[in-house]
Structures are given as C-alpha cells and as structure tokens.
C-alpha cells in the first residue's frame, strides 16, 4: 500500500474526519474575523471610509466601505442567517463582469456564494456597501474558471455559464457588496415541506458545483446542510418496513424522501472523493435501506468497499448494481474491475499457498535433494569408465597387429 493510500485509510477511521477539519478551519477564521471586527471598530468611520482593511490579516480579503451602515444596535449577521444581498463581482486587472445579482438570498456560512463574500458579509452591518479585493483562494482558486463552465450561482438549478476571460489561479477580484438585511434562521420542522425541498435542493445543487470543481470537502458541508432541511417531519417516512417496503406516505413525503437520498448519494460520492471512506459507505448504507435496488448507490457502495480493500464485498456490491442498471456502463466496467482484482487476489492466495506448503512439507527424505547430483556423478564415473575401456582395447589392437607383422 502507498503512502497516500495508507493516509486516506487513516482518514476514514473517523467517519467525520471531515467535519472536524472543517470546524477547525472555521474557527480560525472566525477568530480572525473576530480580531478584524475589534480593529475595525476603533477607528473613526473617516478613516473606515477612506481605507482599505486587511479583513483576515494576510493581505488575502481587503475591504473598504464606501456607504456606512445601520452601527445603532452593532448588529452583524451570524453564521446560517438568511441574508438579503446584491452584488457583482468582476476581474480586478481587466474590469470584466463575472457575476451580477440583485436582491437575492443566502445563507450566511454555506459557501453559497464565494467565499470572499461570505467571509466580509460577517463584517457588514445593516445597508452597508463595501468593495472588496478577494484573492484567488478566496475565489475560484487554483482551478480557476473558463468561458462555459458553470457559474453554479445559488437558486438556480439551470445556472447560466460563465461568459468572459480565462480566471487562473493567479487571478484577483474586485467585488461591489451591499447587505439589505438578515433574517435568523427558522427552525426546519415549522417550514411547509414544498419550502424545505427548495432549500434542499438548492444546497444540493450548490453542493454538486463545489463537487465537480474539486472541493470535495465544501460539496460534503452543502450536502450535510441540504440533509439538515430534508429530514422527516414527525409523522412521516422514517424507515422501512421489516418486509423493507416504506410505509404508505404521501407524495409530497415520498418526494423528499428521494431528494434525500440523492443528497446521501452525493455526499457518498464527495466522501469517497475526500477519503473518508467509512463515512461514505454509511452515506450509501442509508440508501440502500430504503431503496435496496438503488444502482447509483450499489454501484458507489462497490468502488468505496473496493478502496477500503474487501474485495469480495465489493464484488458483490458490483454485481448487485450490474444487475439493477444492464445498461449502464460504468455499472459494468466497475464490475469487471472488481473481477479482475478478485481474480489477482485469488491468484496471490494460491502462490502464497504453494510457497507455505513447500517450505513446511518435510515427508520427503533428507537425501531426496541429492538425488540429481547423484545422478550426475554417476555419469561423470561412466564416461571415464569407457574411456578407459577404449584406451585398453586399442593397446590391445596395437599389441595384435605387431605381432602378426
């Protein structure tokens, strides 16, 4: 095993490995933001106006107010607040629009937006308009983006592409934020459940765009959050029947419940990205207790048992989404790739078998090695023998014909 394989399996011994990195890294930056909060609040609003703010102190987030807001309560948004914002975000060098919104909501900590604006929005209060200058980490970092990629704005499922110049890892934006207002967030069980699968589904979304750019831990973040709203209500769907059919529900009900298990799939998929592999494999576990033929789910449960090394397991999972989706390919070439390995461990176990069975078998004599040397010697004694027999006949031939001369 390598070493990188040996450092994801350490990953996944804690199913929510995950979870405490990113607890952890949110806690730095709140400290910091927390730091810059206090800094910013000694100084006087003219020099707040006319200067530029390093937010987190490493010249990564620079932030200056160009229209004071509503300080009377001192009032800030917290994490998970709906926030009502407009902004636009353009190339800082070039001036090139990447984004443009008006009025639309989010929620605070979700990495709904980018992370530059989601960080400076914990430091606006009420009407504020700011500009910022957001590094590329706190952008579209080293991935970038490219002319027809997916903006993956939020409440959009169809999100409109991105039009414009290459943004590369090197590449800084300027952004013009303005917070209307926020509002806590409510308590999921009182929301109406057409409301609760619109959030869900948004976070989901949002959750797939971070995935397919490579973040798997920011898709896994956006997933957990879509779950928190998609859970059942009291008196709904909460687990299979012993026979493992769900019990009757209605369809708005039956309509969460499978958005729900898109969302588990996913994070399954975000987590085997991430390494965490007994976390995914408990992701996909609770698909397939309420929906046993699930390919997506038996197909992804194959390839996390197959990182995980059980290969057998995994074959059998490999099958089981062979048999449920015939046609789907990667159904099939993962089955195949489970074949393949399970034949080369079955190929290692024989070997391994023949070397410990001829390495302990001691029934043969101890003399049984020597026999080819035997054997040898023998006919290295026959050729001498002969010689010696050609050499007397021919003294003998010699003999005879000197006498008969």
């Given amino acids: 095993m390598s070493e990188a394989e040996r450092t994801l399996v350490d990953k996944s011994e804690s199913s929510s490995f995950e979870d405490l990195a990113s607890a952890a890294a949110h806690e730095i930056e709140e400290a910091k933001l927390a730091e810059a909060a206090a800094t910013e609040k000694e100084r006087s609003p003219e020099i707040r106006t006319d200067q530029w ?4 102190g490493s010249g990564a987030l620079l932030k200056k107010i160009v229209k004071q807001g509503n300080e009377s309560s001192e009032a800030r948004p917290q994490r998970s607040d709906i926030c009502r914002i407009s902004y636009e975000v353009k190339i800082r060098d070039t001036g090139d629009i990447v984004e443009k919104r008006e009025q639309v909501k989010i929620y605070l900590g979700d990495n709904e937006i980018l992370q530059g604006l989601d960080l400076a929005l914990t430091l606006m209060y009420q009407g504020e308009e700011c500009l910022l200058q957001i590094a590329p980490r706190f952008a579209y970092g080293d991935i970038g983006l490219k002319s027809g990629e997916s903006l993956g704005l939020v409440g959009e499922l169809e999100s409109p592409k991105y039009e414009g110049p290459v943004i590369d890892g090197d590449t800084w934006l300027e952004a013009r934020l303005e917070l209307h207002d926020w509002a806590e967030e409510p308590e999921h069980e009182t929301l109406p459940i057409a409301e609760r699968m619109e959030i869900g589904t948004r976070r989901r979304a949002r959750g797939n765009w971070w995935y397919v750019r490579g973040e798997a831990q920011l898709a896994v973040q956006l997933y957990r959050r879509a779950l928190d709203v998609l859970d059942e209500s009291e008196g709904g769907i909460t687990s299979p029947t012993a026979s493992g059919a769900l019990p009757p529900a209605s369809d708005a009900l039956r309509a969460l419940l ?5 969302v588990h ?6 987590q085997l990205k991430a390494g965490a592999y007994e976390a995914a494999l408990q992701a996909v576990s609770r698909v397939l207790s309420c929906q046993p033929e699930n390919a997506k789910a038996l197909y992804r449960k194959a390839r996390i048992l197959s990182a995980m090394g059980r290969t057998s397991d995994a074959l059998d999972a490999a099958r089981a989404a062979a048999a449920a989706a015939p046609a789907d390919a990667a159904a099939r070439a993962q089955l195949q790739r489970c074949q393949q390995r399970a034949g080369r461990d079955r190929d290692l176990e024989r070997r391994l078998a023949r070397r410990m ?7 043969a004599p101890a003399s049984e090695p020597d026999k080819k040397p035997s054997r040898a010697k023998m006919l290295v004694w026959g050729s001498l023998l002969l010689s010696l027999l050609v050499g007397v006949a021919s003294v003998l031939v010699y003999r005879y014909k000197m006498q008969a001369h």
Avoid: W
């Fill in 357 to 363: 069975l001829g390495a302990g078998d001691q029934s």
């Fill in 258 to 262: 499978d958005e729900r298990m898109r």
């Fill in 265 to 270: 799939n996913n994070m399954a998929a975000a």
């Fill in 53 to 56: 703010q390093d937010v987190l």
